[in-house]
């Protein structure tokens, strides 16, 4: 009787344990299926295409690497892909001062709570749920060097030699459209920035505080490592937005980077190549091909390393 | 050797007053204990010494200097928190040092100092563990070692033990009393365990909705209650109290009779307590003998006895519903549902007025 | 229940009724794309024309943005969606579709008389010689003047350089800008050195490079470039920040006197209101030629895999008569490729007498086929000019590097 009771124990577990495996399937089946549609498929088709020489929109013969060598050695396409290379590392590196430093500072400010955080909170944060393509428009018209807002205003203060076209000149293009794009969303590190502070027991913040500690030691020693693991998350988010970064650059300087490449991003690239315009020139999917899954490799690869490094010196808080 | 002195404290948070111009004197070296239910503006009282917290009227002076404008840091006071607020992220040297090195002392100051306080507290062995690596005791005896190493006029505690469990918080009760001998520097210490406040505090203040009801030796808030609150809540189990009103004034002698049916008679000088005035008797557990003849007596059916050989615990039940609990030193067998008599003696007895005052008892 | 079928029975009735309809009026239906996005309107005019002649058949225009066409188009014939007709683009960007069999070869199918070889060229595959789409209409490259500021400001139209450098100072002294244009768009930058270098290269500087017996760094070309360098004085305040709209902008507004473009701008200032003539660009000096630079703006073809191509072909045979042609004029203000069409339009017509001293506008026509594009190397290379990064010889060296290299 008792050997019964147990083999009837065992196949309801073995029952209950199909039912959940069954469930688990169950509830993963969505993203799985979502993921490999549009994640998995997506890329393993650009790795096979781009073996392949491409006529326009029909496959040619498969031709290995050399879409691969075409992108990296060959002198004229090269000289595009460092450039917009270049390009991308600039967007990375002033968006972690800029956007960044800036969403930080606003995140230590508003921790402290001031006189209608609240509302500030709101207004830092409203910019990131508009559409990249308005507000690139927006800002477009914004900077525009005869109508624009900026200029008008620069003008109306006596800074006439400030109203330069901001979008036209090779030195000034990129810097206007990144303030654009740390204006965009600069809301977002500092909503995460502050739900980091946040966590940081009180407790932790008065005890430095009697220990002698300064604002800025506060900051400093207590604060910022324990907010790593924010900071892990923006690091990698900005580094994967920086090196994918399209909409602003194609809305406010087009499709060629313009001025003289100036803007030119690994994105921008990527588009013409593949897919041609109008004076740009015909699609080629190959070398487009190419081109995006070195973009992805170098990506993923140093998304890999930064995050392992960056969660290397986060702390629990226990 | 720090005097601290306050004078007519209050804090308000908008609109709500938590504490009411608290008025203390602590002398130098002493070991205070706050102590009062949550809620009773301890611990507020505790944050406007360390300055986390600014009063919003009043003085506070340490050794006759105001400090109460000073920031935190200036204040030369050192605070141990209820969660200990060790840094996470740094080892335990590294928390201990943390005030020396924002202080930008010196590498070998900043070593020997550490060390002292380390070889003081027993962590010599953990130094360069993060506070995940601890027990609950050992991060106990970290976060006092930070507070060491400043060399503070004045510790404050916060409720430093409520996170252990009972058998090391006996312990380390103990140790900080030592400490306290050992360092020979005034602590203030805040705790809702009134048996902490007890066996620690040379004195104790007793505070109830942002008022300080009594402050005094432990011994003699036990023995010479100020109030009904502090009676009720020093001491344990609790004291027990009857509801009775004055019968007959005789000369001093003033005929009390209890809702219960029991009277006595006791003598009360400086009483300006009329006929029909309501009065609370207060009764500790341990004043109360069972099957004995005394000065009054009452009657009860036992609903639970505790017997733990040396001690009898027998809680009981009046014929009015009241809720007694007897302490008998000694074996004494009496069933639950048993009838017994329990008796009191007037010179054992805690008198109250009708403002929960107390009166004194002549005889 | 005597109701629900009651009810279910005339639903069924009445599906039959519609599919029986449905068979009755059976046409061919024909789906025919674009970018004119603008004129929407008035093809759906020349379709129903076509429509009352061939109740057979009906046609749906569809526009899509103009930017994006190409991809859009491309993508569809390459996932076998294409439409039965669609515009297509010249040139190089027509080859792109042609040289992987999208679209279905025309000559021999319809009656191609009424065009010339020149127009024709514009959508030829040069690989196998086929004509692959109607040319529809040319654009031409021109300058197009302001005539109320050059009254009130007391100016001489131009006909040389020089006079055109003159009028400009005079204009610039009366704080009126004196071209409107802009280089933020450098397809913009190149329409408005397209206009004014062929009368510096000179007619023969075109056959040579296209033939390769000369390349851009011959004197001539870098001599163009380095007039264009001298319209940086010219030019708005911010010229570099100054895009296609702030820049139709100016010139409606008459806050510039002169505006390089194309004669696709014509029915927009027309609208405008603004009182404007048309001139070609400006001799090099008195006497010299006088050319404009025209390029096939693009065609109609059929796509090589329609399941109405028989339709499909009718259609394309209209689009090459004279009729069409007259409507192409009439409607929408266009100089048609097919001849035979009374330009009844003034400024229309003078667009179309100014072909008579023509240069083919220089990288579409001649460097769209491979990449990277004339247009592409001459549209960076106008921006590094004249933003002062580089001379009229840098620019002429790069563009010249860049054409060789490319494939």
Redesign the interface.
């Known amino acids: 009787m008792s050997t019964l009771t147990e083999e009837n124990y065992k196949s309801a577990s073995v029952r209950r344990k199909r039912l959940r495996q069954l469930w688990i399937a169950f509830l993963l089946f969505p993203a799985v299926t979502i993921l490999a549609t549009f994640v998995f498929l997506p890329m393993i088709s650009a790795i096979w295409y781009s073996v392949y020489e491409w006529d326009g929109l029909v496959r040619g013969d498969f031709v290995g690497l050399a879409n691969f060598a075409e992108v990296l050695f060959n002198p004229q396409s090269n000289k595009f892909l460092f450039n917009a290379f270049f390009n991308n590392v600039k967007v990375f590196v002033t968006l972690m001062i800029v956007q960044n430093g800036l969403a930080l500072a606003l995140a230590l400010l508003l921790a402290r709570e001031p006189k209608g955080y609240r509302f500030y909170q709101v207004v830092f944060f409203l910019p990131v749920i508009l559409s990249t393509v308005i507000i690139g428009f927006q800002w477009k018209l914004f900077l525009n060097p005869i109508f624009g807002l900026v200029n008008t205003f620069l003008r109306m203060v006596e800074l006439d030699s400030w109203a330069l076209p901001w979008l036209g000149l090779p030195e000034t293009a990129l810097g206007s459209m990144l303030i654009v794009n740390a204006w965009h969303w600069v809301g977002f590190p500092t909503l995460v920035f502050l739900a980091a502070i946040h966590r940081i027991p009180k407790d932790l913040i008065e005890a430095a505080r009697l220990d002698g500690a300064s604002e800025w030691n506060i900051a400093r020693d207590i604060i910022w490592p324990l907010m790593a693991p924010a900071v892990t998350i923006i690091v990698v988010l900005t580094f994967i937005g920086s090196f994918n970064w399209f909409e602003i650059p194609y809305i406010m300087g087009g499709l060629e980077g313009s001025p003289a490449y100036s803007t030119d991003m690994l994105g921008l690239l990527f588009y013409r190549t593949a897919f041609g315009s109008v004076s740009a020139g015909n699609s080629d999917f190959g070398t487009g091909s190419a081109l995006a899954v070195l973009i992805f490799i170098f990506i993923f690869t140093f998304s890999t390393i930064a995050t392992r490094y960056l969660t290397s010196r986060e702390v629990e808080l226990s | 050797m720090a005097q601290i002195e306050l004078r007519g404290v209050t804090k308000q948070f908008g609109d709500v007053k938590v504490i009411h111009g608290a008025d203390l004197v602590i002398e130098g070296n002493e070991f205070v204990v706050f102590v009062g239910p949550s809620g009773c503006g301890k611990s507020t009282l505790l944050r406007l010494l ?3 917290e600014e009063q919003t009227a009043g003085e506070i002076y340490i050794d006759g200097e105001r400090i109460d404008h000073l ?3 200036k204040r030369g ?3 141990v ?3 200990y ?1 060790l ?3 740094m080892t335990v040297f590294e928390n201990m040092s ?2 020396l090195r ?2 930008k002392k010196s590498k070998a100051f900043i070593a020997e100092k550490v060390g002292e306080a380390a070889e003081t507290l027993q962590l010599t062995e953990l130094l360069d563990r ?3 690596a601890l027990s609950g005791g050992q991060r106990q005896r970290v976060a006092i070692g ?1 507070a060491i190493v ?1 060399d503070p006029r004045v510790f404050l505690f916060d409720e430093p033990l409520s996170n252990l469990d009972a058998k090391l918080r006996v312990q380390m009760r103990i140790e900080l009393t030592n400490l306290h001998q050992q360092l020979k520097t005034t602590m203030i210490y805040v705790t809702h365990d009134q048996v902490e406040a007890m066996t620690m505090a040379d004195k104790i203040v007793v505070m109830r909705s942002g008022n300080i009801e009594q402050v005094g030796a432990p011994l003699e808030l036990f023995k010479k209650p100020a109030n009904k609150f502090v009676a009720g809540f020093i001491g344990s189990p609790a004291m027990n109290f009857f509801d009775g009103h004055v019968t007959k004034i005789d000369n001093q002698y003033h005929q009390i009779r209890l809702a219960n049916g029991v009277e006595f008679v006791c003598k009360l000088s400086n009483q300006k307590l009329s006929v029909n005035d309501r009065v609370h008797l207060g009764l500790r557990p341990e004043s109360l003998t069972p099957n004995v003849k005394g000065d009054g007596t009452f009657k009860g059916t036992s609903s639970t006895v505790e017997r733990l050989g040396a001690q009898t615990y027998i809680y009981l039940k009046t014929e009015i519903g009241e809720d007694i609990i007897v302490h008998h030193l000694g074996d004494l067998e009496i069933k639950s549902g048993e009838s017994i008599e329990v008796s009191f003696n007037i010179a054992e007895c805690h008198l109250f007025g009708p403002d929960e005052q107390r009166i004194e008892i002549d005889g | 229940m005597t109701n629900l079928k009651r009810l279910a029975t005339s639903a069924i009735l009445g599906a039959a009724t519609f599919a029986y309809a449905g068979t009755a009026l059976a046409q061919t239906e024909l789906s025919f794309w674009s970018w004119r996005q603008e004129d929407v309107k008035a093809y759906n005019q020349i379709i129903a024309a076509f429509e009352e002649q061939n109740p057979d058949i009906s046609v749906t225009f569809t526009a899509h943005e103009a930017k994006s066409y190409n991809t859009i188009l491309t993508t569809a014939l390459a996932g076998g969606a294409g439409p039965d007709i669609m515009h297509t683009r010249s040139y190089g960007s027509l080859e792109a579709i042609a040289a992987p069999g999208y679209l279905e070869p025309l000559d021999g199918q319809i009656d191609l008389s009424a065009l010339s070889a020149d127009e024709l060229l514009g959508t030829t595959l040069r690989a196998d010689g086929h004509v692959y789409a109607v040319p529809f209409a040319s654009q031409t490259a021109l300058v197009f003047y302001n005539k109320d500021l050059f009254e009130k400001h007391n100016v001489d139209v131009p006909a040389t350089w020089e006079e055109f450098k003159a009028a400009a100072d005079a204009f610039k002294q009366n704080n009126v800008n004196p071209l409107a244009n802009g280089i933020a768009d450098g397809w913009t930058a190149e329409v408005m050195a397209g206009a004014l270098m062929p009368n510096f290269y000179g007619k023969e500087f075109f056959g040579e490079v296209t033939s390769g017996s000369a390349d851009f760094e011959d004197p001539r070309f870098v001599g163009a470039l380095e007039k264009i360098a001298e319209l940086k004085d010219y030019m708005p305040t911010g010229y570099e920040g100054v895009d296609y709209a702030t820049m139709k902008q100016l010139f409606i507004a008459g806050q510039a006197a002169m505006f390089v473009g194309g004669s696709f701008e014509i029915p927009g200032f027309v609208e405008s209101g603004v009182n404007f003539d048309i001139m070609p660009a400006p001799a090099a000096k008195a006497g010299d030629e006088r050319m404009v630079a025209t390029w096939l703006d693009g065609g109609y073809g059929v796509n090589a895999s329609s399941e109405n191509k028989e339709a499909a072909l009718k259609f394309i045979q209209f689009t090459a008569t004279q009729p069409f042609a007259q409507m192409l004029s009439d409607k929408l203000a266009n100089v048609p490729a097919v001849d035979g069409a009374v330009i009844a339009d003034p400024m229309l017509a003078k667009v179309s007498a100014f072909h008579a001293e023509a240069s083919p506008y220089i990288m579409l026509v001649g460097f769209r086929f491979n990449t990277p594009t004339g247009s592409t190397l001459l549209q960076n290379g106008l921006q590094e000019l004249l933003t002062g990064k580089k001379t009229a010889a840098e620019v002429a060296k790069d563009v010249s590097d860049g054409i060789k290299s490319a494939k």
Do not use: E, N
Request: hydrophobic share 40%; net charge positive.
């Open positions: 360390s300055g986390l920031p935190p840091a006071l050192a605070m928190f209820q969660s607020a840094y996470p992220h943390y005030a924002v202080a993060k506070p995940k930070r400043r």
